[in-house]
């Protein structure tokens, strides 16, 4: 079992900046894969970025490439999801969850794991 705690939502003004923080615990591999997705009430959950814990490679929605970064921090077992340049239209709640696969995968359906959420809301 795993378990993830995310951290570091909050109200920032567009333009500004926000780290967000998913803690991890339990039984992981080095194959597994980290993500984190966003859900605006009455939307399906969004993939945002992802993470491969083995070598840190990454992918990113389109809407955020350039302004997002995701890392890992092995030694804390963290990964981080690093927001510049917010804009009104980021705001949600935002999830990192894991996936056993070995691949970064977009759809929500395909992790296994799910932290609670951390709220983001960026004022215009």
């Known amino acids: 079992q795993v378990q993830l705690v995310e951290s570091g939502g909050g109200l920032v003004q567009s333009g500004g900046s926000l780290t967000l923080s998913c803690a991890i615990s339990?039984?992981?591999?080095?194959?597994?894969?980290m993500g984190w997705f966003r859900q605006v009430s009455g939307k399906e959950r969004e993939f945002v970025a992802g993470i491969k814990w083995s070598n840190a490679i990454t992918q990113y929605v389109d809407s955020v490439k350039g302004r997002f970064t995701i890392s890992r921090d092995n030694a804390k077992n963290t990964v981080n999801l690093q927001m510049i340049r917010l804009k009104p239209e980021d705001t949600a709640v935002y999830y990192c969850?894991?996936?056993?696969?070995?691949?970064?995968?977009?759809?929500?359906?395909?992790?296994?794991?799910w932290g609670q959420g951390t709220q983001v809301t960026v004022s215009s």
């Open positions: 969850a894991v996936s056993k696969t070995s691949m970064i995968l977009t759809a929500a359906r395909l992790y296994d794991y």
């Open positions: 339990g039984r992981t591999y080095s194959s597994y894969v």
